[in-house]
Structures are given as C-alpha cells and as structure tokens.
C-alpha cells in the first residue's frame, strides 16, 4: 500500500502559518518524509488518487529536494515536495550539535545550509498532518535548537 511507504506528511509555508493566514491564491506546500522517494517521484498515477490533474511537472527545490508541482482541477495549486525520512545520521549529527556545541565549527557548510533552510521553514510554519513515529516534534525542535547554535555561534 502505498501510505506505508510515508513516514510523516507535514503542512508547512505559507497555508501552514498561524500568525497570519495566507491569500486565496496561495499554493499547498506538502511536505512528505518517505524512505523511498523515487517511488513517488516516478510514478505520478498517485495524484490522480487526490483529483482531477490539469497539469503536473518535476522540480527541485532551493535545497535540491524532490518536488511536484501539480494544478488540480479548479486552479489549486499543490507542492508535494520529498525528503528522504529523517535518517538515523541526522539525528545523531543533531544529537552531537546539542551536547557536544564545539563541534558545530567542524559541521561542513551544506550541512550548516541544509539546517538553516529547515529552521527558515519551521519557522514560517509548519503542521504535522502525519507522523507515524512520533519524531516530528522531537525532530523540529532539535533542528531549530542545533540551527541556533549554528548561526548564533560560528
């Protein structure tokens, strides 16, 4: 079944924001943590599962993640954009940051980047629409505490 392969589904920009609520004509960003991103990045027969497709095309993010932009049927447009599910790297390099603060002048830039780009996310807002393993909450507060550390102390 497909939804097994989803780890955690997020909510996050600006239809995601709580302090002030986006436009009418603001896109659905979809944030969706998977062990296997090429599952769904190479076969979009999925979408047609949520509604009528008008037009649907691949892109990168600014952080090179994996995305479709896809307009659906009435003008809604909807970002679903794939992250490989937060790897057990990650939470041990997050882990190291928090108990070990030396460390981060070691932290290599793209790493330094890749968590600056998430606590930029996080902070514009984000939902957690899905979260299987209970580490969404654990996760995002690590990230903006180890993006702090980062940017506050180089």
């Known amino acids: 079944m497909m939804s097994d392969r989803l780890a955690r589904i997020d909510g996050i920009g600006s239809r995601a924001r709580l302090d002030h609520l986006a436009d009418e004509w603001a896109d659905l960003d979809i944030m969706l943590f998977t ?4 599952f ?11 509604g009528n497709v008008w037009a649907q095309t691949r892109h990168r993010t600014a952080g090179n993640d994996a995305e479709w932009l ?22 041990v390099l997050l882990w190291l940051i928090e108990h070990f603060p030396r460390l981060r002048r070691f932290i ?6 890749y968590l600056q780009m998430g606590a930029q996310t996080l902070g514009r807002g984000v939902r957690v629409l899905i979260d299987k393993d209970n580490l969404a ?15 506050l102390h180089p």
């Open 108 to 113: 290599p830039k793209q790493i330094t980047r």
């Open 70 to 91: 896809v307009t659906f049927e009435g003008g809604f447009d909807v970002d679903f954009i794939f992250s490989a599910y937060p790897k057990f790297q990650w939470q």
């Open 137 to 151: 909450t654990r996760m995002q507060r690590r990230i903006l505490r180890c993006s702090l550390l980062v940017l």
């Open 35 to 38: 062990k296997n991103p090429k």
């Open 40 to 50: 769904y990045l190479s076969q979009p027969e999925w979408l047609a599962m949520i």
